[in-house]
């Protein structure tokens, strides 16, 4: 009795498999690139990791879009971060955020997005991160 028991779970499992959760499907779609040479960042930007320094830098500018297109929303939650106007840099409990450095005080994602400028052959030039909303 017991290999029919078998069989019929085997079955079952593969003729009525378990329904996937529905999770956010995030798109990205960038627009508007422009390219700045000579330009000085801010020294809030330099402490958030933006910039390797304040002057002479090469800026690649681009706005993003990102779309949701899953079936469910996007929620981030409560990132647990202290009063960060008065713990500027502190860790969250979400490790994903920190309280930023900038002199804006809120909490900023550690790395939101990630992007990569590659050469005509692929090779990787430059990376950049996007640290907040």
């Not at 627009?31 to 800026?59: F, H, K, N, P």
Request: net charge negative.
């Amino acid at each position: 009795m017991r290999p029919v028991l078998l069989l019929v779970s085997a079955a079952a499992a593969i003729l009525c498999p378990r329904l996937a959760a529905a999770l956010p499907d995030l798109t990205p779609r960038i627009y508007e690139v422009e390219i700045d040479s000579g330009q000085t960042v801010s020294a809030g930007e330099l402490a958030d990791g933006c910039a390797g320094a304040m002057a002479d830098r090469t800026l690649v500018r681009f706005g993003v879009d990102t779309d949701n297109v899953g079936p469910d929303p996007l929620v981030i939650g409560d990132p647990g971060c202290p009063d960060c106007s008065a713990n500027p840099g502190a860790a969250c409990a979400n490790a994903d955020f920190q309280c930023s450095l900038s002199g804006n005080p809120r909490p900023v994602f550690v790395s939101s997005a990630r992007y990569e400028l590659l050469d005509i052959a692929g090779n990787l030039v430059a990376l950049g991160v996007k640290r907040n909303y």
